[in-house]
C-alpha cells in the first residue's frame, strides 16, 4: 500500500504510515479535482496488486479536510477521519470531502435518533415498572 501512496504523490506532496491499515497524504494543492486523481492513482495501483497477488480487493476509505493557515494539524486529521467514518456506510465512492455544515446536519440527526431510542426506552421501562408494581400488589 504504501508503495503505491508514493508512486501516486507529486514531488510537492507529502505522506506518512501512521500505523498498521493508516496513511495520512498532504496534497499541496487547492483542486479536489488533484485530490480525486490522487486517490483513483492510488487505487488503480492497488488493484494491480490485487490481480498480481490474486488477493481480494483493497478497498481503501478516504477522508479529506482541507487545511488552512492556523488549522492545527490534529483537528485536520479528526475532520479527515469523521469524513472517512461517514464514507465507510456508503458502498458507491471510496472518499468523502469533510463539511462543517454536512457534520453539523449528521450530529443533528445522531441526537435526534438518540433522543428516539431514548424514548423507547423509558416507556419500555415505564411499562416494565408498571407492570412489577401490579405483580407486587
Not at 494543492?29 to 485530490?35: L, Q
Not at 487545511?67 to 477521519?81: I, R
Not at 416494565?128 to 401490579?134: D, H, L, M, P
Request: proline share 1%.
Amino acid at each position: 500500500i504504501w508503495r503505491c501512496i508514493e508512486k501516486s504523490i507529486t514531488s510537492k506532496d507529502l505522506a506518512g504510515h501512521i500505523n498498521a491499515d493508516r496513511f495520512a497524504i498532504y496534497c499541496r494543492c487547492d483542486d479536489k479535482n488533484e485530490v480525486i486523481e490522487c486517490i483513483h492513482k492510488i487505487g488503480e495501483g492497488l488493484k494491480d496488486i490485487t490481480e498480481a497477488l490474486k488477493i481480494p480487493n483493497i478497498i481503501p476509505y478516504y477522508g479529506i479536510s482541507h487545511w488552512k493557515h492556523g488549522k492545527k494539524v490534529e483537528e485536520a486529521y479528526s475532520e479527515a477521519n469523521f469524513a472517512k467514518n461517514q464514507v465507510k456506510e456508503r458502498k458507491d465512492i471510496s472518499y468523502q470531502f469533510y463539511s462543517h455544515e454536512d457534520t453539523l446536519k449528521i450530529l443533528e440527526n445522531r441526537a435526534m435518533e438518540d433522543c428516539r431510542v431514548l424514548i423507547i426506552l423509558r416507556r419500555w421501562n415505564l411499562r416494565r415498572i408498571s407492570a412489577v408494581c401490579r405483580h407486587r400488589n
